[in-house]
C-alpha cells in the first residue's frame, strides 16, 4: 500500500468555519443512547447530520481519568465540538460517558484496558446490528490514552475503516509517566541525582506493584525519596521536618492507590507502537508542538516506524502552537489550560474533516487501484 507521509493538508472540500458550525446546529440532530455492551450499561449521544456524507460513524475514546461523553477538560468540550463540526460536513459520530461517568454503569477505577475495548467493541455491534441506526463502517477517533484503545480495537476489525489519533503515545504509558516525572523538575533547582532517584522510585514501585512484590520495600524507597526531594525544595522556607515527613508519607500512600487501579495499570506495559505495526487501514495522526504531556519527541518517531513496519496509508499532522487538547497555546503546560480559549487551534477540525471526506471519495472512486 502506498504510504502517505507529511501530505498536504486536504482543503480542496467546502468546509465551514468554527463559528458557523456553533451557530447553524438545525443542520444535525443528536440522539440520546443508552448501550448494553459487556455487562454494563453505555450512554452516549449519536450525532446525525441531516445528509450523510460519509457511511462510516466516527466513534470518540476519551484519554485518561473518567470522562464524560464530551470529554470535557477544564471546560472545553473537545468531543462534542469535533462531532458537531463533522455533522456539519455530513459526517455522523458517537461519543460516549465512560463506566461510572455520567448515564453509563459500571466503576471506572476498577475497569481495565480490556473491559474498555470489550465496552468499544459493544458500541460497535451496537449499531452493526441496529435497524434505526444501522452503521456497518467505523472511523475510531482517539485522543491520548482514547488512541491507545482505538488503535487495539482496530487490529484485525474488518468493521473499522480508518482511525484518527490525536496527542497519541506510541510508547508504554509507563514510559510516558516517567517522563512527566521527570520533566515536572525542568525549572527547579533540584540535583540531577535526586531528580533521577525520584523518577527510580516511581519506577520501582509500579513494578512492585504490577508484579505484586516487594511492594513494602518499594514503599519505603519511596518514601525516603519523597522526603529527600521535599527536604530540598522546602529548604528555605522554614518547614519543619516533621512536617516533611508527614507530607512525603501523604504522598507515598497517593501513589500507592493510584498506581494500583486497574484504569491505569492495564495501560501501564502495553505497547501501542506493536498495534499500530499490525494496522492495515488508513491512519492520520495529529501533534502537537506543544504537548507536554504526549510529546512529539517521545512518540512520533516510534509511530512511524510502527506503521512503516504495518505498510498502512498514513498522515502525519502537526499543529506548531498547539497544546495537549489541541489549543493554540503559549507554553503548553498544564497550569495554563483553564485560560486559554475553549477552541481549537487554527486548521484543526478542517484537517480532520477533510481527510475523512478524502478517504470517502476515494473509496468510491472508480480508478482507484489500477
Request: aromatic share 10%; hydrophobic share 40%.
Amino acid at each position: 500500500m502506498i504510504k502517505i507521509c507529511l501530505m498536504a493538508l486536504f482543503l480542496f472540500f467546502p468546509l465551514v468555519t468554527e463559528a458557523s458550525a456553533r451557530s447553524d446546529i438545525s443542520k444535525f440532530r443528536d440522539v440520546e443512547l443508552l448501550i448494553a455492551a459487556n455487562n454494563v450499561q453505555i450512554g452516549g449521544t449519536l450525532t446525525l447530520p441531516n445528509e450523510n456524507k460519509v457511511d462510516s460513524l466516527v466513534i470518540f475514546s476519551s484519554g485518561s481519568g473518567p470522562q464524560d461523553r464530551d470529554e470535557t477538560l477544564d471546560g472545553f468540550k473537545v468531543f462534542k465540538v469535533i462531532a458537531e463540526y463533522l455533522a456539519l460536513q455530513g459526517i455522523a459520530s458517537f461519543r460516549y460517558d465512560d463506566r461510572g461517568v455520567g448515564e453509563s454503569s459500571g466503576i471506572f477505577q476498577t475497569a481495565t484496558r480490556q473491559d474498555h475495548a470489550k465496552d468499544l467493541k459493544g458500541i460497535i455491534n451496537f449499531f452493526n446490528t441496529s435497524e434505526i441506526y444501522p452503521f456497518k463502517d467505523f472511523i475510531l477517533f482517539g485522543h491520548s490514552q482514547g488512541a491507545i484503545l482505538s488503535a487495539n480495537v482496530a487490529v484485525n476489525s474488518s468493521d473499522i475503516k480508518s482511525v484518527v489519533l490525536m496527542g497519541a503515545p506510541s510508547v508504554p504509558l509507563i514510559d510516558i509517566v516517567l517522563y512527566q516525572v521527570r520533566h515536572e523538575y525542568d525549572s527547579s533547582s533540584i540535583s540531577r541525582h535526586l531528580i533521577e532517584a525520584e523518577v527510580s522510585a516511581h519506577n520501582r514501585l509500579m513494578s512492585a506493584i504490577k508484579n505484586n512484590q516487594n511492594i513494602a520495600q518499594a514503599l519505603k524507597e519511596f518514601e525516603r525519596t519523597t522526603v529527600a526531594v521535599m527536604s530540598h525544595q522546602l529548604a528555605n522556607e522554614g518547614v519543619e521536618d516533621q512536617k516533611i515527613r508527614e507530607m512525603a508519607k501523604n504522598k507515598t500512600r497517593e501513589f500507592e492507590i493510584v498506581y494500583a487501579l486497574p484504569s491505569l495499570t492495564s495501560y501501564l506495559y502495553h505497547d501501542t507502537a506493536m498495534d499500530y505495526s499490525r494496522l492495515n487501514i488508513p491512519v492520520l495522526s495529529l501533534f502537537a508542538g506543544k504537548d507536554l504531556q504526549v510529546t512529539i519527541a517521545q512518540n512520533k518517531d516510534r509511530m512511524e516506524n510502527a506503521l512503516l513496519v504495518s505498510g498502512a496509508p498514513y498522515q502525519f499532522v502537526t499543529f506548531d502552537d498547539a497544546n495537549h487538547y489541541f489549543q493554540k497555546a503559549k507554553s503548553g503546560k498544564r497550569d495554563e489550560y483553564g485560560t486559554l480559549d475553549k477552541r481549537f487551534v487554527s486548521g484543526f477540525l478542517e484537517t480532520i474533516t477533510a481527510w475523512i471526506l478524502e478517504l470517502t471519495y476515494s473509496d468510491n472512486d472508480p480508478e482507484k487501484g489500477e
